[in-house]
């Protein structure tokens, strides 16, 4: 038998690799372009058209992995609102370059960036991303580091006016302004805080968040004593509260009042720094609810007694009536005139006769209860509503007043001066009347016209039909 041999098969000779150059200069391209932006800068990115990170370098970013943020809106590295509500790096209409910004570190710490970056287009010209470099600044020397913050502060400060700027109401205002420093410092609330009025205690007057009735007194204790300095103090419960005073044109006390959870992380300089800026926010804020409230307060009162004028004492009278009307209960009107008092100002001068009348304002202030109605309707006219009263009530009122009231005067004027006394008119209006207020208020003068006809010093009731 024949014996065959079968050769070996043949093995494939190995193939030489191809080249590209144009591919394998693309491939060094790329590469020396990441080595020059992982030497040259802290960050580098790329966005998407919703602000989404899509590429990031080098691996770790501000202390978090790249890998961690790719498909994450970039807006969570933002610091605050502030930032996104001037310019958002990561989302430019326009290149922009060297803007400062501070981001969120993985250790909850900030770092102050410097940033450019340019949008990205597509074909039809639409912004479909951005791409961007920065660079870590929060290592810089000390100067560096002061600039940093004023920049962040002016940052700050720049929401919080635009936001108060938006608002015309002074609640609104306060409400934007305080909210805006509340977000900013990461605290649990703050407040507007001081008196009123002159010899008021210390209140609040605006207020944002939880707790401000807890830290009110250790705030007001801090506003209480004067100056500027931003102090540090706990509240009885814990919450640490960062108070400053400040001083308002009306020279009443006021001050801001910011504060954290117990426990929190304490106040740092920068802290201090920008609540002492924002409370000059908070100071114009105040001034100018100030201004309004003395500006209604003219427009509403008599100068020379403080009570109110006549046509603010009118408007009233029509709010009260029209809740009277519903309750179906009565009111009365009361026209008091003083009696011999043109013999003040010509003999004693009109400084006296100021006096005179300031003090009998006084006396009818005493007369009535908080919600009743005083007025100066000019010269030495006077009137009073009373607010579900009838004639009988003001009878009583009228005959006290007529009185007590020449013995009060008498006091302010010489012995042998002639005694001063008033003249009282009184007219109800009866519950579900119609009588319309000019026919009241004229019923009301007739009757103390009367009087004065008759003798003065006395009262009369004018009285309808039925009565």
Avoid at 99 to 120: E, I, M, Y
Avoid at 219 to 226: C, E, H, P, R, T
Avoid at 339 to 361: I, M, S, T, Y
Wanted: hydrophobic content about 45%; glycine content about 8%.
């Amino acid at each position: 038998m024949s014996e065959m041999l079968l050769d070996p098969p043949a093995t494939a000779s190995p193939q030489k690799a191809t080249h590209d150059p144009v591919r394998d200069a693309l491939m060094e391209s790329r590469q020396r372009w990441q080595h020059l932006v992982s030497l040259a800068t802290d960050l580098a990115f790329e966005t998407d058209a919703q602000g989404r990170f899509v590429f990031l370098a080098p691996d770790t970013v501000l202390g978090w992995p790249s890998s961690s943020l790719i498909g994450q809106s970039a807006e969570r590295l933002i610091d605050d609102d502030a930032t996104v509500a001037t310019i958002n790096p990561f989302r430019p209409l326009v290149e922009i370059r060297h803007h400062r910004a501070w981001l969120c570190c993985a250790d909850g710490r900030q770092a102050l960036l410097t940033l450019s970056a340019v949008p990205l287009y597509d074909a039809a010209g639409q912004v479909v991303g951005a791409r961007g470099v920065g660079v870590d600044m929060t290592d810089a020397d000390v100067g560096s580091m002061q600039i940093a913050g004023r920049l962040r502060r002016g940052q700050v400060l720049h929401y919080i006016l635009m936001q108060v700027k938006r608002e015309t109401e002074v609640d609104a205002m306060m409400d934007a302004g305080l909210g805006a420093l509340v977000h900013a410092l990461g605290a649990e609330g703050a407040a507007a805080i001081g008196a009123v009025c002159e010899g008021s205690e210390i209140g609040l007057l605006h207020e944002c968040g939880a707790g401000a009735a807890d830290v009110l007194q250790v705030a007001s204790n801090v506003v209480a004593s004067g100056g500027s300095k931003a102090s540090c103090v706990t509240a009885p419960d814990g919450r640490s509260v960062l108070a400053i005073g400040c001083d308002i044109r009306s020279d009443l006390p006021a001050g801001l009042a910011v504060w954290r959870a117990a426990g929190s992380c304490p106040w740092d300089q920068e802290d201090i720094a920008l609540a002492g800026a924002a409370v000059c926010i908070v100071r114009m804020v105040l001034e100018h609810e100030a201004l309004q409230r003395e500006m209604t307060l003219q427009a509403r009162t008599d100068p020379l007694t403080g009570l109110l004028n006549r046509r603010a004492f009118l408007e009233e009278m029509r709010r009260q009536i029209a809740r009277l009307d519903r309750q179906a209960e009565p009111g009365t009107l009361m026209f008091v005139d003083m009696d011999a008092f043109k013999l003040v100002n010509d003999r004693l001068g009109h400084g006296v006769g100021d006096e005179v009348l300031v003090q009998l304002a006084e006396v009818l202030r005493k007369l009535v209860r908080p919600f009743d109605l005083v007025t100066r309707l000019g010269g030495d006219e006077f009137a009073v509503w009373l607010s579900g009263a009838d004639h009988m009530t003001a009878a009583e009122r009228a005959d006290y007043l007529c009185k007590t009231a020449p013995q009060e005067l008498q006091a302010l004027l010489p012995e042998a001066f002639p005694k001063l006394g008033v003249s009282v008119g009184i007219a109800t209006r009866r519950a579900g009347s119609h009588e319309s207020i000019e026919e009241l208020t004229r019923r009301a003068d007739m009757a103390m016209y009367d009087v004065k006809r008759s003798g003065r010093r006395h009262w009369r009731v004018s009285l309808l039909e039925g009565d």
